[in-house]
């Protein structure tokens, strides 16, 4: 009787062992297959919410958002809490040895011209603001235009793309106001005169339904480059002429070190479809999707 029961309990523990492995090779992430996490520039959040969404529904995949500023974006990236990442900037030399001295080639993948917008409360009937001024203020002079600046975080890309072209390292703190996300910047302008909002143009040409009441108090201003008499929206054409002077290049930044979701996403992404989900959200594609014509020699009525 005892030899039947160790008998039973030996084939009852190798089925086990074979259905456990059979359920982990299911796990086993491929390229369009798996689950995996992604770290997303705060900014860029509602494009690459809808390019993962659509990408799902085509794969046995799901793809978990971090949305952080771009500072943690990248200690994140560094530190291997996720192996992808959505930038408005590639990774420096420096950042690029550290993954090399862990066996991982990092690989960057363009996949859109993005824009820096500024908003203001639409009871400002002005809508022109000259670079220079935003420049100005920033360095610390006086400017009677502009009350305030209004940025997401200090850590955000945004405040970076703007300390760059301002020729400074830090943000002075007089009338200059940050809060945590592109969400916050948008409502606080939206109920205070006088202030300008330095976002992410993703976030006004596909806002969140609970965001469209305030998307729709504020105005996006058109800029006149340091340089130059003309003022310029930040639409997909002005961004294809390059027209507009606050643009940047979006990329997705695969550093897993083995063909995972990365190098699908990525993949997806840069392709047709995730060119035309650029398209539609605003921005402006790599690679603009081509559209077939049927040329017929008659009209078929039906």
């Known amino acids: ?36 996490s992604i770290l997303v520039d705060e900014t860029l959040v509602p494009v690459i919410e809808d390019q993962i969404a659509v990408f799902e529904s085509y794969y046995d995949a799901h793809i978990t958002i971090i949305s952080e500023s771009e500072s943690e974006v990248l200690n994140s990236l560094i530190k291997q809490e996720s192996g992808i ?28 011209i993005d824009a820096i917008a500024f908003i203001a409360n639409k009871n400002n009937k002005d809508t022109l603001i000259a670079l220079q001024d935003v420049v100005s203020f920033m360095q610390g002079k006086s400017s009677s235009k ?13 405040v970076r793309f703007m300390n760059t072209i301002a020729g400074i390292k830090t943000m002075r703190t007089e009338a200059v106001y940050s809060f945590k996300t592109n969400e916050e910047v948008i409502r606080f302008v939206a109920q205070n005169d006088g202030m300008i909002g330095v ?18 108090k504020v105005n996006i201003l058109a800029v006149k480059n340091l340089t130059g008499k003309d003022y310029f929206e930040p639409t997909q054409n002005n961004l294809a002429e390059g027209q507009y002077p606050l643009a940047r290049d979006l990329y997705v930044i695969n550093c897993q070190g083995n063909s995972g979701l990365g190098m699908g996403f990525a993949s997806f992404v840069a392709g047709d479809i995730g060119q035309r989900i650029i398209l539609k959200s605003g921005l402006l594609p790599i690679k603009v999707p081509g559209r077939r014509f049927n040329i017929r020699k008659e009209i078929i009525n039906k």
């Open 1 to 36: 009787m005892s030899k039947i029961i160790n008998f039973l309990i030996s084939a009852f523990l190798a089925l086990l062992i074979v259905c456990c492995s059979k359920k982990e090779q299911n796990k086993e992430e491929t390229i369009i297959k798996g689950s995996t």
């Open 85 to 112: 990442a959505v930038l408005t900037r590639e990774l420096s030399d420096n950042e690029k040895k550290l993954f090399e001295q862990k066996k991982i080639i990092p690989r960057t993948t363009k996949i859109a």
């Open 146 to 158: 502009i009350k305030g600046l209004v940025f997401d975080n200090p850590n955000s890309s945004t």
């Open 199 to 216: 976002v992410g143009v993703n976030w006004l040409s596909q806002p969140s339904p609970k965001m469209q009441e305030f998307v729709d």
